[in-house]
């Protein structure tokens, strides 16, 4: 089973503050990583897929990087509706984990 | 516009059943792979199982192998979630997903609450 661990499990910034999550994976899985964002009562929403690729209407301050074992979200300038949890998942197999997220709080 | 809408949700005791079910619309509900996924009260995302387009092929996390089935209807453009054998652990919002071959799980619903306690 592949295990994803994120780092941080809280980041606490101010609004326009750069934001980098972590997400590393127990084994290869390629570029098959997605990250989601989900506010309180809300379902997840995908941001970004295959570990780079923006989701359709996501805005440009959201990056994606890394392969392998080791990716990266980067929100380049949070906004005050960024503020959410947020979790990576894997689909190299078809036994889709998630890591246990990364909540960014406004400091 | 792609909607998914669980139902089937609600309160049981521990060692009853519970079918869960997800109405699409939007797509071609037969050309899609889906997942159901779950999330314990304040707890985070945890897959629970997948079924291809035609319901030829089904995996499924550990935690509910052997008590939990998935199932499609692509004549009614919906999938199912059989769960048997319900235990207190089970209790989570349980979400119903799209997957794009492309881009992975790219829609997901509002998801449907299962309680359960004696």
């Known amino acids: 089973e592949i295990v994803l661990t994120q780092s941080p499990a809280t980041l606490s910034l101010s609004p326009g503050e750069r934001a980098t999550l972590s997400c590393r994976a127990s084994q290869s899985v390629s570029s098959y990583l997605a990250w989601y964002q989900q506010k309180p009562g809300q379902a997840p929403r995908l941001l970004i897929y295959d570990a780079s690729n923006r989701a359709t209407g996501i805005p440009a301050r959201f990056s994606g990087s890394g392969s392998g074992t080791d990716f990266t979200l980067t929100i380049s300038s949070l906004e005050p509706e960024d503020f959410a949890v947020y979790y990576c998942?894997?689909?190299?197999?078809?036994?889709?984990?998630f890591g246990q997220g990364t909540k960014v709080e406004i400091k | 516009e792609v909607q998914l809408v669980e139902s089937g949700g609600g309160l049981v005791q521990p060692g009853g059943s519970l079918r869960l079910s997800c109405a699409a619309s939007?797509?071609?509900?037969?050309?899609?792979?889906m997942h159901w996924v779950r999330q314990a009260p304040g707890r985070g995302l945890v897959w629970v199982s997948r079924i291809n387009s035609d319901g030829t092929s089904t995996s499924y996390a550990d935690s509910v192998k052997g008590r939990f089935t998935i199932s499609r209807d692509n004549a009614k453009n919906t999938v199912y979630l059989q769960m048997n054998s319900l235990r207190a652990e089970d209790t989570a919002v349980y979400y119903c997903a799209r997957d794009d071959i492309l881009t992975g799980t790219d829609y997901w619903g509002q998801g449907t609450l299962v309680t359960v306690s004696s």
């Open positions: 939007g797509f071609t509900f037969s050309s899609y792979w």
């Open positions: 998942q894997q689909r190299s197999n078809w036994l889709g984990t």
